[in-house]
């Protein structure tokens, strides 16, 4: 074989190889442009090498390979808006967001809380004022007033007492029809048929026999719709007795044990009645401006009549 033909052979060896190691380079990144230069020139000086071994003495020129690889273009990669800081920051938003809206509540309902129990300790402390009310004294200055009730001269010589003079109470009818002669009504409904019974007694002025049926429905069916009826109405038997002390205490336990109960707003209209009826007349106005803010039908419709003569009565703003 002639020199020309082993250099021909020789140099399609060498551009041959030299594009297959070009080819095998992998496609550079902008995070290894440097790397990538470095073996490049390295491929280089091993071909120059290679060429200044094949022919000792010849030229130094550097032959181009014929297979040469694809320029790629150095990209930046784009900024990932939605990367896992920002979702954090989302979640952080959020929770701070629900955090707030949950302490304003707790907040409201703590305040809430706070007046009801308020307003609880107050009706606690007016049932312990009646109670302290229910003493000799005042039982002999209701009786007073109430056996002097159409007289103002014979109630003006009774035994005086200190603030205000009480105002008279109803005198209890003396009983015109005797326990024996009120039938007990028989539906099937033992709860209601006693209290109808009950009230039938209180109508003919047998106060204590219609306290005692009363107080039946109370004891014993006291989840009945007529145990508020009957609570009520054992505070207007002792109020039409002349015991306005005992009929407050009745009335106030009546709108306290169930506020919802279908007779607790007369109990709160007669409760002014009666603390009326013991001189207490900044009391009777407080019992009025409770049954006007719990009750506002009632107050505007079947009780505003009474409401407004006791308010009256009371000097009530």
Not at 120 to 143: H, I
Not at 181 to 187: D, G, H, L, M, V
Request: glycine share 6%; net charge negative; charged share 20%.
């Amino acid at each position: 074989m002639t020199a020309p033909a082993i250099f021909s052979n020789l140099r399609r060896t060498a551009l041959m190889l030299g594009g297959a190691l070009l080819v095998a380079v992998p496609l550079a990144t902008p995070a290894h442009a440097q790397d990538d230069a470095q073996r490049i020139r390295k491929l280089e000086a091993e071909v120059k090498a290679l060429q200044r071994k094949v022919f000792p003495g010849g030229s130094d020129k550097y032959f181009q390979p014929e297979i040469v690889a694809p320029e790629t273009q150095a990209t930046n990669p784009a900024f990932n808006t939605s990367g896992p800081v920002t979702d954090l920051l989302a979640r952080m938003d959020s929770v701070e967001s629900a955090l707030q809206s949950l302490t304003a509540q707790v907040e409201s309902n703590t305040n809430a809380m706070r007046l009801m129990n308020a307003r609880v300790e107050q009706l606690e402390a007016e049932a312990e004022q009646f109670r302290a009310m229910q003493n000799p004294a005042a039982a002999d200055v209701a009786a007073a007033a109430d056996t002097a009730m159409g007289n103002n001269l014979s109630a003006m010589s009774g035994t005086p007492t200190p603030g205000p003079a009480p105002v008279p109470a109803a005198a209890a009818p003396a009983p015109t029809t005797p326990v024996a002669a009120i039938e007990k009504p028989s539906t099937g409904d033992d709860a209601d048929d006693t209290y109808v019974y009950g009230y039938r007694l209180w109508d003919a002025g047998q106060y204590g026999p219609a306290r005692t049926e009363l107080q039946k429905v109370v004891n014993l069916y006291p989840d009945h719709r007529r145990a508020s009826w009957a609570r009520n109405l054992i505070g207007r038997s002792w109020l039409d007795e002349g015991q306005p002390g005992k009929a407050g205490e009745a009335f106030l336990a009546n709108y306290l044990n169930n506020r919802s109960g279908e007779r607790a707003p007369d109990s709160l209209v007669y409760l002014a009645r009666a603390t009326l009826a013991l001189g207490n007349k900044t009391k009777s106005c407080e019992a009025l401006s409770e049954f006007r803010r719990v009750y506002p039908n009632e107050a505007a419709g079947r009780l505003s009549s009474i409401a407004n003569e006791t308010g009256r009565e009371a000097g009530c703003n």
